[in-house]
């Protein structure tokens, strides 16, 4: 048996807690508290009140102020707690507390609450582009910005398309990721900006925008943006008018926000389904080197996969470190002739005899002096929605994996994350 009590509150359409009807706010505030409780709430056909008045939906002229009950049931060890902040709410009612024997409580994890909308979500007035606006104006604005993706809009406001980091890399002329630009030399910086400049942003987006609506439901555009494989929406409004944008971040902190602390529930002996742990979303594909690899070869292989990182690992395939051609810029940093042929070798085949110094250099740079050793890492064990808290906190789109006894099982990804939190919530 489990030790649960039960709350009940007898209020009345009427009652208010600031200008909230009561029944709303207590709804609220069990639902924030984040504990493992039920809540119930149930509208009377007919009642009478301390004062004499009586509510009935037999005739008309009274079918006014009907009573309601609250139900809340809940762990005992939550109860001080919950009516600590009911007494406040309740200003016209009766809080009664009562013991229950629970014999099982089972919950299923939902992900994200079905109730939420676009709009409960989104992010509000974004910064925008016009298909006429120079690339430049693009870049400076994903720049100075924590996402990857601008909407694209017409004169009246419309979305016709989106420019993210990928365009300009792949159609644009941009030699470097955004974030690789944001630490290079600012003589190199605004040399990129001067010949961006040049160019239009309809040359480099992707048309015809796909846009989801602010009023329909969350799940709506989760679905959508898996099945196009988008990282981000444009929201409109019922005009087809811009007023947000939708990303996967912005999907992830309403995660973060709602979920409750799942691990605790299950502390309390409550069965808890439908949850997703780390190792079921774990990428295994992700490259790994030996310490003592050189350079030459981690750059081809960060080319030739998606991930753009390799794992550093011992004999035994504890994880050493990580190299990103982020790793490679700050080591590279100080020889700035040196690391245009570098990104050079990345983006594209190194030319036989180009750089000859710095050709030889890459080949006696082992991965251990270019790798970070100070990467969050993660076990398989973890619960999704703590993975999905800690690359929100950290603004980080990867994480590597580790076992128990620290070796190397892959990594996970927004996408993953995203993919599988829906998929146990359909």
């Known amino acids: ?231 981000r929406l444009p929201v409109v409004d019922t005009g087809g008018r811009l007023v947000g944008m939708l990303s996967r971040l912005d999907i992830f902190k309403t995660v973060m926000r709602e979920a409750p602390d799942w691990d605790a529930f299950r502390a309390q002996d409550i069965e808890v389904h439908n949850l997703r742990i780390v190792a079921d979303i774990l990428r295994r594909d992700t490259r790994t080197v030996l310490a003592d690899t050189t350079i030459d070869k981690v750059i081809r292989i960060i080319d030739g996969n998606d991930i753009q990182r390799v794992a550093v690992v011992n004999a035994e395939g504890k994880l050493l470190g990580m190299i990103a051609d982020s790793d490679l810029l700050h080591y590279f940093k100080p020889d700035q002739e040196g690391l245009r042929y570098l990104f050079a070798k990345i983006t594209q085949p190194f030319r036989p005899g180009s750089a000859p110094d710095l050709a030889t250099r890459l080949a006696q740079t082992t991965a251990s002096e270019v790798m970070h050793t100070d990467m969050l890492t993660v076990p398989e064990g973890m619960l999704i929605e703590e993975a999905i808290r800690l690359m929100t906190e950290k603004s980080l789109k990867r994480l590597p994996v580790v076992d128990d006894s620290g070796c190397f099982k892959g990594m996970i990804s927004r996408d993953s994350l995203l993919r599988t939190g829906f998929g146990q919530a359909s």
């Open 1 to 231: 048996m489990l030790h649960y009590q039960a709350i009940e509150i007898f209020t009345n359409e009427d009652a208010r807690y600031r200008s909230k009807p009561v029944a709303d706010a207590v709804v609220q505030y069990i639902r924030d508290v984040k504990i493992a409780a039920r809540c119930i709430v149930t509208r009377g056909v007919a009642g009478c009140y301390e004062s004499g008045e009586v509510a009935t939906g037999r005739v008309e002229v009274l079918s006014f102020n009907l009573p309601i009950r609250i139900y809340i049931v809940l762990p005992a060890a939550a109860t001080e707690q919950v009516l600590a902040g009911l007494e406040e709410r309740v200003a016209d009612g009766i809080i009664a507390l009562h013991d229950l024997k629970v014999v099982s409580h089972k919950a299923a994890n939902t992900f994200f609450p079905r109730q939420l909308t676009v709009r409960d979500v989104m992010t509000p007035d974004p910064q925008y582009v016009t298909a006429e606006s120079p690339l430049s104006d693009a870049a400076r604005l994903l720049l100075s910005s924590i996402f990857t993706g601008l909407p694209v809009v017409d004169p009246q406001g419309r979305p016709v398309g989106v420019i993210t980091q990928g365009d300009l890399l792949a159609r644009g002329g941009l030699p470097l990721r955004l974030g690789l630009l944001a630490v290079s030399e600012q003589d190199g910086l605004e040399a990129i900006m001067s010949a961006l400049a040049h160019k239009r942003v309809a040359e480099s987006m992707n048309t015809p925008a796909v846009t989801v609506a602010a009023d329909r439901p969350l799940t709506e555009a989760v679905e959508l943006m898996l099945a196009k494989e988008l990282k």
